[in-house]
Structure formats: C-alpha cells, structure tokens
C-alpha cells in the first residue's frame, strides 16, 4: 500500500509540474493561435454563414411556395340588409292575370332584413404559387452568392490584420528579452568588477571613490533589469492580449531574436517595381475587385427590363351551417382557381434607372480606390525594401563599433586592475560600450520591424 501511495503522489506531481510549465510558442504558431482563438474571425464565420443564409433566404422568393390553412368564423349577430318584398307583388300580379276574375291590390312592398351568412363558417383552402419567369431575380440571387465571396475576402484581411498585430507583439518580446539578456550580463561582469575593486581598496591599493563609482554604476544596471524584466511582462501581455490567449497563464517565446534575423536575405539588385509586385497577395485587393463585380451584377441586374410570370392554384372547401354538427344540412362545398399573371412594368418613375447610375457611381469610385491603393502597396514595398537595406547595412555597422567599444572597456579594465588605470576611464568606456550595446540592439529592431512592413507591404503575412 506504502508503495502504491507513493507511485500515485509521483503521478500526481508530475502531472502538477507539467500543467505549470508555459506555453511554448514560435512566430507561426502564435499566429495560428491567435487565428484559431479571434472574436473577429469567428464572428466573420458568423458573416459568411449569414451570407450564405441570405442566399437560402433570396432563392425561397422564387421557389414554389404553399399554405394550407383552416378558417372558422362563428357569427353570433348574422349580418343582413334591408330588402324590399318583390315575392308578392310579383304572385299577385300572375294571379290577378291568370286566376282572379276581381284584381286584388296587395299593397305597397314590405321591407324586411335579410342574411346570406350562416352562423358556423368552416372554410379550408390549399394555395400553391410559383414564380415561373423573372430575369431581374436570378440576376439578384447571382449577385446574393457574390456577397458570400465578399464576406470570405473581408475574412481574410481580419486575419492579415491579426498575423500582423501578432508578430509586431512577437517580436516586441524578444527585443525586450535581447535588452534583458545584455544587461544580465553587463551585471555579472560588473559585479565582478565591483568585488576586485573592494577587494583592492582594503588592501589599500584602491581609492574609495573607485569603489563608489563602479557600485553606483552597478545598481543604476540593477534599477534597468528591474525595469526590463517588468517591461517583458508587460509585452506579454499584450501579446497575449493580441492572440486572445489568458493573461493568467505564462508563455515560453522559442524564437530568438538573432535566429530571426540571420533569416533576412537582401538581394541589393533586385528593386521592387509596377510589374514585379504582386498586387493580388494583399487581401485588401482582392475585397476591393469583389466589391466591383458585385456593383457590376447590380447593374447588370438594374438594367434588365423582362416581363414577370407567375402561376397561381387555389383549392378550398366551405361549410356553412346554423348548427356546425347538424348533418342534416348543407356539406361541405369545394372550389377551385388556376391562374397566371404576367406583367411588365413601363414606367417607373425612373427609380431602377436612378439605382443602376448609383451603382455605377459606387464601381467608379472602388475603381479609384484600388488604383490609389496599389500606388500606396508600391511606394510602401520600395520604401520597406530601402529601409530594411539601410538598416541592415547599419545593424553591421553598429556590430562593428560595438566590437571596438568591447575592446577598449577590456582594455580599460586590464589597465586599472594593474593600476595604471582610473575608475574614471573604466566608467567612459563602460558608457560607450552600454550605448553601443543599445545601438546594436536599436539597430536589430530597425531590420526586423523593416522586414515586417515590407512583408506587410508585399502581403506575405496573411
């Protein structure tokens, strides 16, 4: 039993540890998390399933429609109408003429109420309608299914919007964790520094000033790390945020920001042009062109004059009784219409006329819309691909002085451990190399945030 308990709490521990281990995340699969878990992209499902409703819902006008219904109407007061006698003086007149030998005179007509309607109506009916011929509805229902695509492109640029929004978060992360990890090292470096130089002081080779100097350096180190690790923190948040992922729960980011960069390839020949972009990457492109067909259907649909046919079928059955179950009266009585209406409008106050130039106005206007963003998605690809060139060439640069500023601050700290040297020119070369640990860094984040707009610009993040 002792053994059985004891395999049972290992079980029990090992599952706790694994539940509190973060979530593991590259680039790609932040973003396919993100996509998975969005509001928005399930609410643009919602938008296509609606859509394709709206198409279910516009052929149901010209699918055969039919009701069956009962009707039971009780009148407790019948209603009647005035009516004048015409019965006898219509007999008196034949027997005056044909039987008495003496005219008899009946008098001027009585007028009594007379009812047509039974107390108890029972009426049932089956109506059956179709619409046989109407251009102007297929041509609706074809611009009904167009809408569907129209949703399905709208959905793609929610995703486009969301890869973005991830990857700039992503890689705000690992820009705040590069700044981490310089500084983690700086510090061990410099606490090293600290305690030979303490050490030095009490054996009286050292001056206390040295020993302030290099401390105060030390802890400002300190307050930064502080700052960054909260500043990490804070980017997961909002990356977390933006891949709508439980702000509760740790992440673990597996890309590295020198891997990702090692990735840029620049090829210095090659210039983005008119004709070697593609305009079709960009979702935004495609919404557009979508949106044009539909108005182009909408006025093709608006322009259409054709006649209307349909075709109607009528079947009832009546009953009308004073007592509803006395069999000894009237039945039931069936009737029955087929009917087909055609019609053809002439004239209508130009209303389709004024709706069908809206529609061209609406075309016209995408049309220059999707002319200017493609000027736009061409001067942002060649500025991004100029930009990422240039900080390119500068992150090398930046690699270079940061290389000689290690160089001078080793320098500087050999001379003062053998005491040729001042803490004052140990504090100079540490501040040129700190900055230019920060221009490096700086530099980094210019080529990776360069390489994400010309993605964004070339539509390579979708």
Same mark, same amino acid.
């Not at 949106?291 to 259409?304: C, H, K, N, S, W």
């Not at 075309?363 to 061409?378: A, G, I, P």
């Not at 221009?439 to 610009?457: P, Q, W």
């Given at each position: ?26 680039? =790609? ?13 399930a ?35 019948? =209603? ?12 008196? @007149? ?8 003496? =005219?008899?005179?009946?008098? =001027? ?25 109407? @251009?102007?509805?297929?041509k @609706? ?8 695509d ?43 520094l ?7 002081y ?10 302030n ?23 997961k ?68 004059r ?11 059955e ?43 106005i ?58 040729? @040297? ?41």
């Amino acid at each position: 039993m002792r053994k059985e308990y004891l395999i049972i709490c290992f079980c029990l521990v090992a599952l706790m540890a694994q539940a509190q281990q973060p979530y593991r995340f590259t680039l =790609p699969l932040a973003i396919e998390f993100a996509t998975e878990h969005s509001n928005q992209i399930a609410m643009d499902k919602l938008n296509i399933l609606d859509a394709q409703e709206r198409v279910e819902e516009f052929k149901a006008f010209g699918l055969p429609q039919l009701d069956v219904g009962v009707n039971y109407t009780y009148y407790f007061l019948s =209603p009647s109408q005035p009516t004048q006698d015409f019965l006898t003086p219509a007999v008196f @007149g034949i027997l005056n003429e044909f039987v008495f030998d003496t =005219p008899i005179d009946p008098g =001027p007509p009585e007028t009594f109420n007379l009812g047509f309607v039974r107390r108890n109506n029972v009426n049932g009916f089956a109506d059956f309608r179709a619409l046989l011929f109407d @251009g102007v509805f297929l041509k @609706g229902l074809k611009a009904a299914k167009a809408s569907i695509d129209v949703e399905r492109s709208r959905s793609k640029l929610t995703k486009r919007e969301i890869a973005i929004q991830v990857t700039q978060a992503y890689l705000a992360v690992l820009i705040a964790k590069e700044n981490h990890k310089i500084i983690k090292s700086n510090i061990e470096s410099l606490d090293r520094l600290v305690f030979e130089t303490t050490e030095t002081y009490k054996a009286g080779f050292a001056e206390k000033l040295d020993v302030n100097r290099l401390t105060l350096t030390l802890e400002n180190l300190k307050v930064e790390d502080e700052n960054l690790t909260e500043l990490i923190e804070l980017s997961k948040n909002v990356l977390k945020f933006q891949m709508n992922f439980p702000l509760d729960t740790d992440i673990l980011l597996l890309d590295e920001l020198e891997v990702l960069l090692n990735q840029i390839e620049i090829e210095p020949d090659v210039f983005i042009t008119e004709e070697s972009i593609d305009y079709s990457n960009r979702p935004e492109v495609e919404l557009l062109e979508k949106a044009m067909e539909l108005d182009d259907l909408d006025i093709e649909r608006l322009g259409l004059r054709l006649p209307v046919l349909r075709a109607n079928i009528n079947l009832q059955e009546s009953l009308q009784r004073d007592k509803l179950f006395n069999n000894n009266e009237a039945g039931f009585i069936a009737g029955g219409f087929v009917g087909l209406n055609l019609s053809y409008s002439i004239f209508d106050g130009k209303e389709k006329s004024s709706q069908q130039q809206r529609s061209k106005i609406r075309k016209e206007l995408k049309s220059f819309e999707l002319e200017d963003f493609k000027r736009s998605m061409l001067l942002q690809a060649t500025n991004a691909q100029r930009q990422l060139t240039n900080a390119k060439r500068t992150l090398e640069n930046r690699r270079k002085i940061l290389d000689l500023a290690e160089k001078v601050y080793a320098a500087a700290k050999i001379k003062f451990k053998e005491g040729v @040297g001042s803490s004052l020119e140990i504090n100079q070369s540490e501040t040129a190399l700190y900055q230019s640990q920060s221009d490096v860094i700086s530099a980094m984040y210019d080529v990776i945030l360069a390489k994400t707009d010309l993605d964004i610009a070339l539509g390579n993040i979708k």
